[in-house]
């Protein structure tokens, strides 16, 4: 079966340090990979997304930027946060192309002070 | 650009009592409209997905129906159960294949 994994779980970093969040996902081979942010009390936003290794499409410009350097990996990052980057982390996974559900894992809360 | 809209933000009900929650999206262009559930600090869970042919699809005390043409979408649970509290979100898939989502439905059953 299907498993994905992201981490850390928490972070709590200061105003312009830098950033790295890992999501793997296990049991399935080219699968499309995303990550979505979801501020409080807002729906989530999707932020970035990728058909490939080395393949990124970016929703929302900003501070983030993000890498797939293996099939199954996918990398958020960011040279310096900004208080404005707080806020729960989602990766997910698809079928590549199919109309089928996406898969989210367990998230990772940000804060950044 | 798709947006989709979630009424009420914030239901309280009592225990037995059944939920309608409600969304709607601007462009019917979609493939398909999935309902998650999202319990506080994790992740999404997938409860129904009605592709963009069909009117309704049923998962136990869940029902959702989706009327594309107006587009909207309706979530029923029926005979509510404290454990059916938690954000309920829903989300179209569009054309190219990304999800637009609601900013949700939180969920509150009283004992």
């Known amino acids: 079966s299907q498993t994905i994994h992201q981490w850390p779980a928490t972070l709590v970093q200061p105003v312009g340090s830098p950033l790295s969040l890992e999501c793997t996902v296990e049991?399935?081979?080219?699968?499309?990979l995303y990550w979505y942010r979801q501020a409080a009390g807002r729906g989530l936003q999707l932020l970035f997304y990728s058909v490939g290794i080395g393949q990124i499409s970016s929703e929302v410009p900003q501070n983030l930027s993000a890498s797939r350097p293996q099939d199954r990996q996918f990398i958020l990052s960011s040279k310096k946060l900004l208080l404005s980057d707080s806020g729960f982390y989602l990766c997910?996974?698809?079928?590549?192309?199919?109309?089928?559900?996406?898969?989210f894992g367990p998230g990772t809360r940000l804060t950044v002070l | 650009k798709q947006e989709v809209t979630q009424i009420p933000a914030a239901l309280s009900v009592p225990e037995g009592e059944n939920l309608v929650l409600n969304c709607s999206f601007t462009?019917?262009?979609?493939?398909?409209l999935q309902w998650f559930r999202q319990d506080p600090g994790k992740g999404l869970t997938s409860l129904l997905l009605?592709?963009?042919?069909?009117r309704e699809q049923t998962s136990g005390r869940l029902n959702a129906s989706l009327d594309k043409s107006s587009g909207r979408s309706t979530l029923y649970i029926a005979a509510s159960q404290p454990g059916d509290s938690a954000t309920y979100l829903c989300?179209?898939?569009?054309?190219?294949?990304?999800?637009?989502f609601g900013a949700g439905t939180t969920v509150t059953v009283r004992a």
């Open positions: 009605i592709q963009s042919s069909q």
């Open positions: 997910a996974w698809s079928v590549m192309e199919s109309t089928d559900t996406q898969y």
């Open positions: 462009d019917s262009a979609i493939y398909n």
């Open positions: 049991g399935t081979s080219n699968p499309n």
């Open positions: 989300a179209v898939l569009d054309n190219d294949y990304k999800l637009s």
